[in-house]
């Protein structure tokens, strides 16, 4: 694994103590498991206390992302029991072997993943950003494997389309050139601590001094953190060619999307016109939040997932 050095990790005490709660470590169990001949790791975070509310939830985190991305809305989720895996090429999981990552792959991985842990169709699945595209994909091509369907920040449009296209058109050149260059040369670009940075400062809308600096730590620490430069291709090309409106008309069960206000990644127009296609959504909007909601409001998110699976009972 050409994995990014960690000696960086940013996760001190003191934004432990502000950004998660105390009773989280007590839930967590780190494993792993293989599916199609790689090795995926996979975190549960257990319910403080089970009942007759607690549901599964299996999480799919978006692109250059890992399990580390949605855990401020799984600690918000005391009741329930949710498994966040590392995608296979990203984080502490392997690439695949032998197969291109295209959103088509990762629905086939999903399939393996959760037949390996016996999850069954009472199954929630939530995917955020890339890992809406994948999720909706796999709904859409698996009818009755999961219930129901949740999203945050959904890739409602073509990226390489719209106002955004030529930043989108550019981001393509620089993993194109990453991946053809000298290995060192391609690694330094693709980590190159300036360029995640800017992509850090573009996404965040918080004003939160505090939470801005937690932001940056994570995507310092984590966004590097992929198998190889072949996987990290193929799995953006796969995150800018397709959408969850691609498929909004097959999605046969309940839809929650969780959308930014000031989203410029997957722009709130969007979001209603995605809404309309689907054939049983609902769409909340969160105010003053970009494509981090993960991040920045991860408690209006996770009420919003309460509500619905409160709406949509397994």
């Given at each position: 694994m050409e994995n990014v050095d960690t000696a960086h990790q940013t996760g001190s005490a003191q934004a432990q103590a502000r950004f998660f709660s105390t009773s989280l470590a007590g839930r967590t169990t780190a494993s792993d498991v293989e599916v199609d001949g790689s090795t995926v790791a996979y975190w549960t975070y257990e319910p403080v206390k089970a009942d007759n509310k607690t549901r599964t939830i299996l999480v799919v985190h978006g692109?250059?992302?890992?399990?580390?991305?949605?855990?401020?809305?799984?600690d918000l989720l005391p009741g329930m029991r949710i498994i966040m895996p590392d995608l296979p090429g990203f984080g502490s999981s392997d690439a695949f072997i032998g197969d291109e990552h295209t959103v088509e792959r990762y629905g086939k991985f999903l399939s393996g993943f959760?037949?390996?842990?016996?999850?069954?169709?009472?199954?929630?699945?939530?995917?955020?950003?890339?890992?809406?595209?994948?999720?909706?994909?796999?709904?859409?091509?698996?009818p009755g494997a999961v219930f129901p369907l949740i999203l945050i920040n959904p890739i409602a449009a073509p990226a390489l389309e719209g106002p955004k296209g030529i930043m989108t058109?550019?981001?393509?050149?620089?993993?194109?050139?990453?991946?053809?260059?000298?290995?060192?040369?391609?690694?330094?670009?693709?980590?190159?601590?300036?360029?995640?940075?800017?992509?850090?400062?573009?996404?965040?809308?918080?004003?939160?001094?505090?939470?801005?600096?937690?932001?940056?730590?994570?995507?310092?620490?984590?966004?590097?953190?992929?198998?190889?430069?072949?996987?990290?291709?193929?799995?953006?090309?796969?995150?800018?060619?397709?959408?969850?409106?691609?498929?909004?008309?097959?999605?046969?069960?309940?839809?929650?999307?969780?959308?930014?206000?000031?989203?410029?990644?997957a722009t709130l127009p969007n979001q209603h016109k995605l809404m309309e296609r689907l054939?049983?959504?609902?769409?909340?909007?969160?105010?003053?939040?970009?494509?981090?909601i993960?991040?920045?409001?991860?408690?209006?998110?996770?009420?919003?997932?309460?509500?619905?699976?409160?709406?949509?009972p397994a």
């Amino acid at each position: 694994m050409e994995n990014v050095d960690t000696a960086h990790q940013t996760g001190s005490a003191q934004a432990q103590a502000r950004f998660f709660s105390t009773s989280l470590a007590g839930r967590t169990t780190a494993s792993d498991v293989e599916v199609d001949g790689s090795t995926v790791a996979y975190w549960t975070y257990e319910p403080v206390k089970a009942d007759n509310k607690t549901r599964t939830i299996l999480v799919v985190h978006g692109f250059r992302g890992d399990h580390h991305g949605l855990l401020r809305v799984a600690d918000l989720l005391p009741g329930m029991r949710i498994i966040m895996p590392d995608l296979p090429g990203f984080g502490s999981s392997d690439a695949f072997i032998g197969d291109e990552h295209t959103v088509e792959r990762y629905g086939k991985f999903l399939s393996g993943f959760m037949a390996a842990l016996g999850l069954d169709p009472s199954t929630v699945l939530v995917g955020h950003s890339f890992g809406s595209i994948v999720a909706s994909h796999f709904a859409a091509a698996h009818p009755g494997a999961v219930f129901p369907l949740i999203l945050i920040n959904p890739i409602a449009a073509p990226a390489l389309e719209g106002p955004k296209g030529i930043m989108t058109k550019l981001a393509v050149f620089y993993y194109r050139i990453s991946a053809k260059l000298p290995r060192r040369l391609g690694l330094a670009l693709l980590r190159n601590r300036a360029i995640v940075r800017l992509m850090s400062i573009t996404m965040a809308k918080t004003k939160d001094k505090a939470l801005r600096r937690f932001i940056h730590g994570q995507h310092d620490s984590y966004f590097s953190a992929f198998a190889d430069r072949k996987s990290l291709l193929e799995s953006f090309e796969a995150s800018v060619s397709g959408t969850v409106a691609d498929v909004a008309g097959q999605l046969r069960l309940p839809v929650l999307l969780i959308a930014g206000e000031k989203d410029e990644i997957a722009t709130l127009p969007n979001q209603h016109k995605l809404m309309e296609r689907l054939p049983d959504g609902k769409l909340v909007v969160i105010p003053g939040v970009g494509h981090l909601i993960h991040y920045e409001t991860p408690a209006p998110a996770a009420a919003a997932i309460r509500t619905f699976l409160e709406e949509h009972p397994a």
